[in-house]
């Protein structure tokens, strides 16, 4: 029997809350508010002087024309990552999820790329296609392809999809292999006497039936494009060549950091976060309504 426990006060409840109220409060409350506070001031490189100039950070971010490229940048990026890598993810979950030989192994395999360092993915994927040095950017230069990272801007942006997907595809491959687990094989066969087809069962019956982990990649891939691809496009290609790879979080570094504009970039975070904020709103406004639980 199942035993249901009963607090008879608050205290106990609070103190067993607390811990993640704290780690809440530190780690995104305090820093969140320290954002909003200085995206209305305007400050020295060595915060000597002190400014309050209310809303006109976000105007001059909005009027610059690089942050709007951007902020175009991060809308081609953002969305590629999470197509690609949870593309790639249901593929490889559809393939692992078969009765075969070898099939924890491979499953294994699928999921240590998750354990690789921003940076360090940055790197495998730069000794791959360097012009130079790389297998394949070699390769393409002899058969005749012009590729180099360092001078064309598109090729510079494919490579960063490209790495900043590699590195999601294992997380997404979890929670894509534990819902094909979790579809019930009476339903398949059930399909399969009806005389479906592999393909039109898989999308008729199984990708249905993953739409609540479809939604939840979706939403966690978005976000992670949007702010946890700032070490891959660091070490991949600092933003360049011209700009080209420089996304919306990657320009807040830039102008807090090397131009020590702290207001602008303040100001920068808060839209971002603005942003985040309501892509995801609008999600689950409107596409969790084809969400079949």
Not at 193 to 219: E, H, K, M
């Amino acid at each position: 029997m199942r035993r249901k426990v009963i607090f008879r006060g608050t205290a106990l409840p609070l103190a067993l809350l607390l811990p993640q109220l704290a780690v809440t409060a530190v780690f995104f409350l305090w820093p969140a508010g320290v954002a909003v506070y200085q995206s209305v001031l305007q400050q020295d490189a060595w915060g000597l002087r002190t400014e309050f100039v209310g809303l006109r950070n976000f105007a001059d971010v909005l009027a610059d024309p690089g942050w709007r490229d951007a902020a175009w940048n991060t809308a081609v990026f953002s969305t590629a990552v999470a197509a690609l890598a949870m593309g790639t993810a249901l593929a490889l979950a559809v393939q692992a999820d078969k009765s075969i030989r070898g099939a924890r192994a491979y499953r294994t395999l699928l999921i240590w790329p998750y354990a690789v360092a921003p940076a360090v993915a940055a790197v495998l994927w730069l000794f791959i296609f360097h012009p130079s040095i790389g297998l394949v950017g070699r390769a393409l230069n002899s058969a005749g392809i012009p590729w180099d990272t360092r001078l064309d801007g598109d090729q510079a942006m494919a490579l960063v999809i490209l790495a900043a997907a590699w590195k999601q595809v294992s997380y997404n491959f979890i929670f894509f292999l534990a819902g094909l687990q979790a579809i019930p094989k009476s339903v398949l066969e059930a399909a399969a006497i009806d005389g479906a087809r592999p393909v039109r069962r898989f999308w008729t019956v199984v990708f249905p039936l993953l739409s609540p982990t479809t939604f939840f990649l979706l939403v966690v891939n978005l976000v992670y494009a949007f702010f946890d691809t700032f070490g891959t496009i660091h070490a991949l290609t600092g933003g360049g060549p011209g700009n080209a790879t420089e996304t919306l979080i990657y320009r807040a570094y830039v102008e807090g950091v090397q131009n020590t504009n702290l207001g602008s970039a303040a100001a920068q975070s808060v839209i971002l976060m603005l942003l985040v904020v309501a892509l995801t709103m609008v999600q689950f406004r409107f596409i969790e309504r084809r969400v079949h639980y």
